[in-house]
Nanobody
């Protein structure tokens, strides 16, 4: 069992930056591929970014490519999402996810979810 806890969300202005963190407990994160998803009010949860267990491969949604960066520190059991040049349309609850397969963490079917952290971008 893995428990994921996100932090770092908040209210920022358009153009600002935020860094989200996802800390894991229960089991080491190093065996899991990791991802970030987000869900805006009235919309379905959508994929944002993913990273393999080793950190050697990353994927991004087209809407965040070039602005967001996913990274991980397996020694700290933590995954990060650096978000730059934030836009109003980035406003959502951001969820951390862990999965044993790449397919699981690039679709909305990971093995574990965090509870989410709110990011609000004012224009």
């Amino acid at each position: 069992q893995v428990q994921l806890v996100e932090s770092g969300g908040g209210l920022v202005q358009a153009g600002d930056s935020l860094r989200l963190s996802c800390a894991a407990s229960g089991r080491t994160l190093s065996v899991y591929h990791m991802a970030w998803f987000r869900q805006a009010p009235g919309k379905e949860r959508e994929f944002v970014a993913a990273i393999t267990w080793s950190g050697s491969n990353t994927w991004y949604a087209d809407s965040v490519k070039g602005r967001f960066t996913i990274s991980r520190d397996n020694a700290k059991n933590t995954v990060y999402l650096q978000m730059n040049s934030l836009k109003a349309e980035d406003t959502a609850v951001y969820y951390c996810a862990a999965g044993r397969t790449v397919v699981s963490i690039t679709t909305t079917k990971p093995d574990y979810w965090g509870q989410g952290t709110q990011v609000t971008v004012s224009s």
